[in-house]
């Protein structure tokens, strides 16, 4: 059992059941991220739409998961990490169960975006639930396992039921299934968190503000965000317009490698995950390591115009690996952060995820944009530079490394 620093107004520590209740929340909600993207096509067809509809619908997911991501930790200070994120979890599940029902690109494109807002609203909770509570010898290693679980787990699932179900049975069950899980995992999450309050959260509204306004001032977290808004925008890419592409201009090479490659993708970001937790306490500064890892990824990221099948699954096996690798880095560094101390963390995550699914929001409008004007080639090789370009932006965090406990 992982244990914390005990307070007046917190639990002892985080409970084995509770740990598993939000790697199960963060698990359904990738699902629900990822069974879109891979189900395009299918949807494409079903509502003779073309890629710049189909932009919409991928994009709508981070759009409304970034409206909801800051107004969370400002949700938590007043009401508490475990009601924040359940609510966000039926909102999620809810959404996702009236997609089934949807007529339009254009309705489906809206209730994606209510779904991420419910996405939104469990996801910065969750974290911060955990880096508040967790000793720092174990912080690193549970975060990047919660996020890259999620991921590896939660969203290759999603590629492989919607490319293995959907053709068979339908873009509709797919959602259906996913939306179901969201809300029994809000059922547990209910029954298994502990009603959780920061003991240094303000208690007055304006106090809490005062606590918003200080994290949204702090140069290190919009450095943080800047740093890694490429990738952010690679990843999702990637992920987004891997099947659109091989359907487009590999047809030959089948519908399922689209599914492969974003499987692998996301369990590889799992052993990426604790290579990057592992380097996190190294004592080495994060943000020297986040720059090595995220130039690397920018430069694979840029070869995949020109790569055959089996040199692209070998790519993005790479590309994951290196995704996992900056998660327990990115999610670790607002911890170390001054003016995120005393009850801030959960609006400097939620700043955080707010500022990177709006740009891969942006970045699914863009590629879309990029693809009609230039082709995939010129697209793929934008977005792998621009991962690197973004990287100075880490300059402006303040010196950001593991302190070696003294015994």
């Given at each position: 059992?992982?244990?914390?620093?005990?307070?007046?107004?917190?639990?002892?520590?985080?409970?084995?059941?509770?740990?598993?209740?939000?790697?199960?929340?963060?698990?359904?909600l990738e699902i629900m991220w990822?069974?879109?993207?891979?189900?395009?096509?299918?949807?494409?067809?079903?509502?003779?739409?073309?890629?710049?509809?189909?932009?919409?619908?991928?994009?709508?997911?981070?759009?409304g998961y970034a409206v909801t991501?800051?107004?969370?930790?400002?949700?938590?200070?007043?009401?508490?990490?475990?009601?924040?994120?359940?609510?966000?979890?039926?909102?999620?599940?809810?959404?996702?169960?009236?997609?089934?029902?949807?007529?339009?690109?254009?309705?489906?494109?809206?209730?994606?975006?209510?779904?991420?807002?419910?996405?939104?609203?469990?996801?910065?909770?969750?974290?911060?639930?955990?880096?508040?509570?967790?000793?720092?010898?174990?912080?690193?290693?549970?975060?990047?396992?919660?996020?890259?679980?999620?991921?590896?787990?939660?969203?290759?699932?999603?590629?492989?039921?919607?490319?293995?179900?959907?053709?068979?049975?339908?873009?509709?069950?797919?959602?259906?299934?996913?939306?179901?899980?969201?809300?029994?995992?809000?059922?547990?999450?209910?029954?298994?968190?502990?009603?959780?309050?920061?003991?240094?959260?303000?208690?007055?509204?304006?106090?809490?503000?005062?606590?918003?306004?200080?994290?949204?001032?702090?140069?290190?977290?919009?450095?943080?965000?800047?740093?890694?808004?490429?990738?952010?925008?690679?990843?999702?890419?990637?992920?987004?317009?891997?099947?659109?592409?091989?359907?487009?201009?590999?047809?030959?090479?089948?519908?399922?490698?689209?599914?492969?490659?974003?499987?692998?993708?996301?369990?590889?970001?799992?052993?990426?995950?604790?290579?990057?937790?592992?380097?996190?306490?190294?004592?080495?500064?994060?943000?020297?390591?986040?720059?090595?890892v995220v130039a690397v990824f920018?430069?694979?990221?840029?070869?995949?115009?020109?790569?055959?099948?089996?040199?692209?699954?070998?790519?993005?096996?790479?590309?994951?690996?290196?995704?996992?690798?900056?998660?327990?880095?990115?999610?670790?560094?607002?911890?170390?952060?001054?003016?995120?101390?005393?009850?801030?963390?959960?609006?400097?995550?939620?700043?955080?995820?707010?500022?990177?699914?709006?740009?891969?929001?942006?970045?699914?409008?863009?590629?879309?944009?990029?693809?009609?004007?230039?082709?995939?080639?010129?697209?793929?090789?934008?977005?792998?530079?621009?991962?690197?370009?973004?990287?100075?932006?880490?300059?402006?965090?303040?010196?950001?490394?593991?302190?070696?406990?003294?015994?």
């Amino acid at each position: 059992m992982l244990t914390a620093k005990p307070s007046p107004s917190s639990p002892p520590g985080i409970r084995l059941p509770a740990i598993v209740a939000l790697f199960a929340g963060v698990f359904a909600l990738e699902i629900m991220w990822t069974t879109a993207e891979i189900l395009l096509p299918l949807i494409g067809v079903s509502f003779h739409v073309g890629v710049g509809q189909l932009g919409l619908v991928v994009a709508g997911f981070p759009i409304g998961y970034a409206v909801t991501s800051l107004p969370s930790g400002l949700a938590v200070l007043r009401w508490g990490h475990r009601t924040t994120l359940v609510l966000g979890l039926l909102l999620m599940g809810g959404a996702g169960l009236f997609s089934i029902a949807t007529t339009s690109a254009g309705e489906l494109a809206a209730l994606r975006i209510v779904a991420g807002a419910g996405g939104g609203l469990f996801f910065a909770p969750s974290l911060a639930f955990q880096a508040e509570l967790l000793p720092e010898r174990f912080r690193s290693l549970v975060l990047g396992l919660f996020v890259s679980t999620g991921l590896g787990f939660g969203g290759a699932l999603g590629f492989v039921l919607g490319s293995v179900w959907g053709p068979t049975y339908g873009w509709a069950l797919v959602f259906g299934i996913a939306a179901s899980l969201s809300v029994a995992v809000a059922v547990v999450c209910a029954l298994a968190l502990p009603a959780l309050h920061h003991p240094d959260a303000p208690p007055r509204p304006l106090a809490q503000l005062e606590t918003t306004r200080r994290v949204l001032r702090s140069r290190s977290v919009w450095g943080i965000s800047l740093g890694f808004a490429g990738i952010s925008m690679a990843i999702a890419v990637g992920l987004d317009f891997i099947s659109t592409y091989l359907h487009d201009v590999h047809p030959g090479w089948g519908f399922g490698l689209a599914g492969v490659l974003g499987a692998v993708t996301l369990a590889a970001t799992i052993p990426g995950s604790l290579l990057g937790a592992w380097a996190s306490e190294r004592g080495t500064d994060r943000r020297v390591v986040g720059a090595l890892v995220v130039a690397v990824f920018g430069m694979l990221g840029a070869t995949i115009p020109f790569l055959d099948a089996a040199e692209l699954v070998a790519d993005f096996i790479g590309l994951g690996l290196l995704a996992g690798a900056t998660l327990p880095i990115f999610f670790e560094m607002p911890s170390h952060i001054p003016e995120v101390q005393g009850g801030g963390v959960a609006v400097a995550v939620g700043f955080l995820e707010t500022s990177q699914t709006v740009v891969q929001g942006v970045a699914a409008l863009l590629f879309a944009i990029a693809v009609l004007l230039s082709g995939y080639t010129w697209s793929w090789i934008a977005f792998g530079v621009l991962a690197i370009l973004t990287l100075p932006a880490l300059g402006l965090v303040v010196p950001n490394r593991a302190v070696r406990a003294v015994p």
